[in-house]
Each structure stands twice: as C-alpha cells, then as structure tokens.
C-alpha cells in the first residue's frame, strides 16, 4: 500500500498546531506545578450510567478530583469532517455535560473504576467514596467570552475562558503548589472541604499574644477601623490569605492588585535561601470576621475583651484569628508572602524554604473593620483597600543601586559588593583616582560607582576561589588553602588592600597609555570604559598569571591606538551596557597577542 503523502504545513497552520499544543499542556500544568496528582485518563473509555465516557484530563488532591475537557479534539473532528464535506452535528458541550452527571450519580461506581484503573494513586485509597469533590472543568480553546446560555444549560460544567487559563497558568508557574489555595477559593472550598476531618475542632491560628493593638487615636481613622500588628508565619499566611488581582479571574467587584511578577518572586525567594532570615517590611491584610481578644495575666489566665474596649497599647493582648483558606486580603506584600510558596519539587532551594516557612515571621499589620452597615459592604471594604494599597505605594520610592551596595555591605562585609566597595574608598585617596569616584549623593566626583560594582568589580573581587577571581591569586601569595573562608578583619582588610594595589597598578598604566583622555569630558573616565578595563582585567588574569606590575601593563597597550574622544561628531563604537563586547573585540586581544609574541620571542 502507498503510503500518502503527508501536506505540508503552511507558516500559519504550524503556529496554530503549536498553539493547541501549548494549550493542553498549559491546562495540565496548571494543576502539576500546584501539587495535584495526574493520572493519565486520556483515552481511557469507561462505561457508567448507561453510557460511555471518556476523559482527556483528570488531576487529584487529598479528596479534591478536577476533571478537565480541553475541547482540541473536538476541534480536530470538526475539523476532519469539513475536510471531508461531512455535517457535524455532535453537541459536545451537551455530551460533558452528561458525562459530569453520570459520575456525580454514579460516585462508587466511578472511584471503583478509578481504583481498579490507577492502584498506584497516593490518594484515591485514601478516602471512601463519597468523601471526595468532583469538578468539571471545560477549557474551551480560545474562549474570549463565557456564555451565560452555556452555564446555565450544562450546570454540570464549570467553563472557563481563555484570559482565565492564562491567569492560571501564570500564577501556577510563580508560585508553584502554592497556587492550589487560590484553586479552591476559584472552587468555593474551604479548610473543612479538604482533606480528613480535624477531629480535635482546631480552627484558629495559635494564639498570638506578641501583638500590638492600635488605639483608633493614633491611626488616624475614625470610622471604626481598626489595626493590629503582630508575626505571622510565612507558611500560615499562605495557606490562609488570598490577593484579589485586577488581571485575575474575578471580574464582579472593583480589583486593584497587580499580577506576581516571577522575577522578583525568585529575588526575594534566593534572598531567603541565600540569609536564611526574613524581611521586616510590613505586610498588609485585612483580618476575617471572628477575631478575638484576649487578655492575659500573669499567671495565664485569659478573659476575653472587645476590640473597641481597647483604647491604648497593651502588651498582654492575646489575638485568635480564625482559620481558613483565602480568609485574609492581602492588600500589599505578595511578593514577599509569595517568596515562601511550596514547590511542587523537591530541591536544595525548597528544602531550605519548607524549613524556614514554618520558622521564620513576617512582620504583618491586620485591618479590622467594623461590623456596620457601611463595611459589611464587599465593595466599601475595596475601597477602603485600594486607598490604602495606593498610598502605600504612589509614595514608595524604590531604594537606589548606591544604598543597596552599602546595606549589602554591612550586612556581608565579604561579599563582593562589600570589597569592591572597600576597594574603590581606598583607590579614591590615591592616584590614580584620586577624588574621582562619587562615594555619596552630596558629592560631585565624575565617577557613579553603583554600576562599576554591580556589572564588573564584584565578579572580579568576589572572595571565591576562581581563576578569574583576585581572590585566587591572594591565596596563592598569603599560602592559604583554596578553601579557606575570608572571615577576620585582618584578613578582609589584608585581601582589600592586595585588591587595591593591583587596580592601582593596572588603572595607572591605563591612564598612562591614555593621558590625554584622563578627564570627565572624554569617554574613558566613563563606566562604559571603566567596566571594560575591568572586564578584560578579570578576563586575562589566567593569561597573565594573575596581577602584573605598571610596567607589564604598559608594555602590554605599548601599540594600541583607540580614540576616546567625546566631542560633538565623534561617534564612540561601543554604547549603553556593551562593556563585555568592549573588552572582548579592543583589550582582551591586547594581552593574548602579547603573551602570544613572548612566547614566541623565548623559545
């Protein structure tokens, strides 16, 4: 038989395959990176309630089964039976629907086959029956809209549009198995919907009596609302908060808050792994009704007390706040609560968070509003919160690259922010920098160091035993061990100052070689050239064997002719961030021909 010969794919159809692709993996991502377990149902046809049934996607957690219709092989038929000139009338939407009531009547005769199917299931043993939730979830590819005829029509299914999956599967991507808490607000489940049943009736965070009750005199609110600050795990918040996002799946009531941005949920994340402490900015929440007060004597007798009773700080307040996910509103700290989400996977960084999640605090402040009229208003409380949200941050300004370096510097006084910092003080007493460098905002020295730190000194001063590394070459001269850890101050001070003398030796046949360019009209005293001095200077310590003397250094730019000249009509070839590019096509050739030329005059 001649097998036929497959089309080929126009530009467009191949986009569109890799979109439906994408599409499936998507929904199956969604609830993997959240921490439920799939069990591979696609293709698999049972028979229950007079009828047969097939599933494309089914994902479990505890007693929490989500069932999912991706509709992509829907598509294709519709699809082939136009292809073919055939009429399509199958109502698929119809179909699921009936497949969802099958199993919601049929629930034993459905997990006995689901058993029988995948014994290797960690949770569907686990339960009875009857203990389980089940949801239909249909994804219709590329739905802009939901149709209220469809919800209403097949109430069996719960449908869910194409901004919504998005949202879904960013979300799950940033905060990984996390992100399930936010799924079971979407499903309207709660803590006693989940899982066994806690027979000792536990419903309250351990009682926190470190907390601080504002007198409504010092907030200057005067409508009732109140506010408490305390120390909350970052694990207990998580599992017990929600944010409502603007870009998010609810759209009945005015949102404000932005999306998780995932690049600085995984800065503040390594600075957690990296510190192993916590950061003490404010997280701001507002409190679910059913808080309470206690207050406690010395011997640890508690009496209950009204909020409004309190009328000044009072240190032996204990507070009970009730237990739920997705009770409290986060109105402004996501990022920071978000850093400590559960992975879905093990690893070095998780093995470290799961530990410190339940250890560390986080410095919160609740909101509590006033059981009235007003605030029993969902939409007065938004915008009671997005006031707030706004003047916390329309007024922040965000700490400067020069403040960051100094904080880092204290904080890690052998970090390569911390030498490099060192360094530049002592060079700035000397020649040839002499008063060149702008150590703080009040100076007006030529040279911003922030940017000199950041993008080529610190990866060249970083106490770390690399060959690209001053480092290196300092424990080879003190005859310390490769793995020896900078930690007394003589030693940092001994290191600094080794690191000082080597840029003075190099920069000094710089300046040399370049005399007439040595001022702040030109571009060598800028941090485009400055970074790539010092690129090349790291890049070749290998090649030169580690730091030379002034003399090796002007021998080495002897015949080199480069133009830095700044001056209207001279258009300098290198811009912006391209230090490396500088280095590597104009000075790091420098040093390999001319170690290149004494190899070859020795021999």
Known sequence: MVKKKQKKLTREQQAERKRRLNFSKQIHEIFVFSGFESLH???????????????????????????????????????????????????????????????????????????????????????????????????????????????????NLKFIDAATLNYFHTMAKSIKASFKYELFRFLCLTRSDIGPIDPSGNRNIKPIVSSIIYPESVTGYNNGVRMVSFMMRPGDLIENSF????????????????????????????????????????????????????????????????????????????????????????IDGQHRVYAYYQDYEESANEKTISELRNKLNLLVTGIIYPDNETYNDELERRRFESNLFVSINKNAKPVDADTLIQVQAIMNPTSGEAISRKV????????????????????????????????????????????????????IKTGKEKDYILKQSSDINEYIKYCTDSLKEYFKAVKSKFISYWNDSSKLLMVISLNAFIIAFRETLKVTDGPKDYAYYMRVFKNWNFSFDNSPGNIFPYAGAQYSKFAKNEIIPLFINYKQSNNIAGQ
């Open 41 to 155: 149902v696609n293709g698999f046809q049972f028979e229950l309630g007079d009828r047969s049934n097939e599933l494309d996607h089914l994902y479990v957690f505890e007693n929490v089964v989500i069932i999912c219709e991706d509709t992509i092989k829907e598509i294709r038929r519709k699809e082939k039976a136009a292809d073919n000139n055939q009429s399509y009338n199958r109502n698929h939407k119809l179909e699921k629907n009936e497949t969802a009531g099958a199993i919601n009547s049929n629930k034993k005769d459905f997990f006995d086959i689901l058993q029988s199917k995948f014994p290797q299931s960690i949770y569907l043993s686990r339960y009875n029956y009857n203990e389980f939730r089940v949801y239909y979830l249909y994804f219709e590819y590329e739905a802009q809209k939901i149709q209220e005829n469809d919800v209403r029509r097949y109430s």
């Open 243 to 330: 944010v409502l996002r603007k870009d998010g799946w609810e759209q009945d009531i005015d949102l404000y808050q932005r999306l998780i941005t995932p690049k600085r949920i995984k800065s503040i994340r390594d600075f957690v792994v990296n510190n192993k402490t916590t950061f003490l900015n404010n997280i701001i929440v507002t409190l679910p009704k059913g808080v309470s007060f206690n207050r406690v004597d010395s011997n640890g007798n508690r009496t209950p007390v009204n909020i409004e009773l309190i009328t000044n700080y009072d240190s032996n307040i204990e507070i009970n706040i009730p237990v739920d996910f997705n009770s409290m509103a986060i």
């Open 424 to 475: 530049i003080e002592r060079l700035n007493k000397e020649e040839p920098f002499e008063n060149m460098f702008r150590l703080s905002k009040v100076e007006t020295a030529p040279i911003k160091t922030a940017s000199i730190i950041q993008y080529a000194l610190s990866s060249l001063l970083i106490a770390k035993d690399y060959e690209n590394s001053l480092y290196h070459y300092w424990l």
